[in-house]
């Protein structure tokens, strides 16, 4: 059952479980890539009250390689879920706090990561993040699918897109980072087992965000210029899958919505990507591909080339 009305601060804070969901998952993601072409990363911490852990995705992408903690099994109870959630336990910390609701936050982060990629793979780097938030529009409710049919309890999503200034820091080198970046929250049963992409691609004024299960075919996203959002659709578009690198050749969408200009958008990887540890989502566990990496990309309208993300799970994928 979906939550509708006007979101209100009391959604930023944790919500009623549902006890026969074992899915059941209160999810906070946060992403940013620095306008200056510094570091770019993504968080992602999944709360499962049923199962009694935590999943954690937390990555940077900073002087040429990946750097990353992911963590399937963090105790749920050693969450601190007072206001947002804070997590600090045997050298890691990490903490969304919102402040104020809905229209801020501050994000931290501070641990060991493994470097996974380039020339230094598989040592371990020292890393902080210090992160102020600030919403560059107003978040708006998403729905979440089939998974909101799935409990009677209340279910939730909301997207938003912000603005982020603080610093990164790899083994005491320090990044100033002013990023374009987006958040969302959501909470209900949560079925990983589906195939899906989303692209966010940032400029300082502009932010094109899109995501479907095929293109052409379901695909849906938005544009913001300035404070101002239109919702678009995916009309037209041809995705080149490398499954066997873990990546894409390139991609091409065309975004049309009422009254506005359509939006061509083309993408081309300029990073290894992330691949992700999905077994442990379901029961009984499943492997699949499922992996995020930077993009570079030019967008109808836009002065110049920008950075931003492409992510997809390719659950039941043809190769």
């Not at 040592?123 to 998974?147: K, M, P």
């Not at 989303?198 to 095929?214: A, H, I, K, N, P």
Request: glycine share 10%; hydrophobic share 35%; aromatic share 12%.
């Amino acid at each position: 059952m979906s939550g509708a009305g006007p979101l209100a601060p009391a959604d930023e804070q944790v919500h009623p479980v549902d006890p026969a969901a074992w899915s059941w998952n209160e999810s906070w993601f946060f992403s940013f890539v620095d306008l200056d072409g510094g570091p770019a990363g993504f968080f992602r911490v999944g709360a499962l009250a049923n199962q009694e852990r935590a999943m954690l995705w937390s990555f940077v992408h900073a002087e040429g390689q990946w750097l990353g903690v992911e963590e399937s099994r963090l105790a749920f109870g050693d969450l601190d879920l007072a206001e947002g959630i804070t997590y600090d336990r045997w050298a890691l910390g990490f903490a969304w706090r919102p402040d104020p609701p809905l229209a801020g936050a501050r994000f931290t982060f501070a641990g060991d990561a493994l470097v996974r990629s380039g020339p230094d793979a598989g040592a371990y780097r020292t890393v902080s993040i210090d992160l102020t938030c600030r919403a560059t529009a107003e978040a708006v409710r998403t729905g979440s699918g089939a998974d909101e049919d799935r409990t009677t309890y209340e279910t939730g999503r909301f997207e938003q897109p912000v603005e982020a200034t603080g610093t990164v820091t790899v083994d005491g080198r320090r990044h100033a980072v002013r990023a374009g970046a987006h958040r969302d929250r959501s909470w209900g049963p949560r079925e990983w087992r589906q195939q899906f992409t989303l692209g966010d691609l940032q400029t300082r004024d502009r932010q094109l965000y899109f995501v479907g299960r095929t293109f052409p075919g379901l695909g849906m996203g938005f544009l913001r210029t300035g404070h101002e959002v239109r919702h678009l659709v995916v009309v037209d578009g041809h995705i080149d899958f490398d499954d066997d690198r873990r990546t894409i050749r390139s991609a091409w969408l065309r975004l049309e919505g009422e009254g506005s200009t359509p939006v061509e958008a083309t993408l081309r990887p300029i990073s290894p990507s992330v691949a992700f540890d999905m077994a442990h989502t379901c029961e009984p566990p499943e492997r699949w591909l499922y992996y995020r990496t930077l993009v570079e990309a030019d967008v109808t309208g836009w002065d110049q080339p920008c950075r931003g993300w492409f992510e997809s799970s390719r659950h039941g994928a043809t190769p």
